[in-house]
T-cell receptor, first 112, second 117 residues
């Protein structure tokens, strides 16, 4: 089955700097890659996603890149702010009716 | 947008108690519901997949007799933790796709924090 690896597990950046989180997946049939932000005690919130027919997607300060050949995708957050501090999870999905397989998460701390 | 309502949000109970968690799809038909468990400082791990009108499929290592799943209608799936013990304390969360089409976001419930004393 699918296996998703996520790095780093913790990341501290100064406010205003960029943060990059990387994930790799094992199943070449996976074709949907969402990123979630989870605050303590709350459900994961979808922040951006990318589909296998796209190499890059951007939404304001957040961007995601996908390299299908290498089977890895990355989350880029620019101009980080303290409210960006949270745990971020990447995930991969094979098809609409299959579950998401999550990475182990990255705890991002943005230092003011 | 699509909403999944999950209740209760927080349960504290004594060891040996059975606890039922409900997930309802409010504005779409959820033929499939995924149940995840998240221990503190860990990721979401799939426990089981429920399909309306059929038996749930469980992931390896998840006891089907302990975690009873029922998906009797297109809008309701329930997870019952039977005879819960402290090691079952965790954050339980459901999610459902709104369509069987690929590449669409799933919709999560708000989660249930279960604490067994």
């Amino acid at each position: 089955g699918e296996n998703v690896e996520q790095h780093p597990s913790t990341l501290s950046v100064q406010e205003g700097d960029s943060a990059v989180i990387k994930c790799t997946y094992s199943d070449s049939a996976s074709n949907y890659f969402p990123w979630y932000k989870q605050e303590l005690g709350k459900r994961p919130q979808l922040i951006i996603d990318i589909r296998s027919n796209v190499g890059e997607k951007k939404d304001q300060r957040i961007a995601v890149t996908l390299n299908k050949t290498a089977k890895h995708f990355s989350l880029h957050i620019t101009e980080t702010q303290p409210e960006d501090s949270a745990v971020y999870f990447c995930a991969a999905q094979h098809s609409g009716n299959t579950p998401l397989v999550f990475g182990k998460g990255t705890r991002l701390s943005v230092i003011a | 947008g699509a909403v999944v309502s999950q209740h209760p949000s927080w349960v504290i109970c004594k060891s040996g108690t059975s606890v039922k968690i409900e997930c309802r799809s409010l504005d779409f038909q959820a033929t499939t519901m995924f149940w995840y468990r998240q221990f503190p400082k860990q990721s979401l791990m799939l426990m089981a997949t429920s399909n309306e009108g059929s038996k749930a499929t469980y992931e390896q290592g998840v006891e089907k007799d302990k975690f009873l799943i029922n998906h009797a209608s297109l809008t309701l799936s329930t997870l019952t933790v039977t005879s819960a013990h402290p090691e079952d304390s965790s954050f339980y969360i459901c999610s459902a796709p709104t369509t069987v089409a690929s590449n669409q976001p799933q919709h999560f419930g708000d989660g249930t924090r279960l604490s067994i004393l």
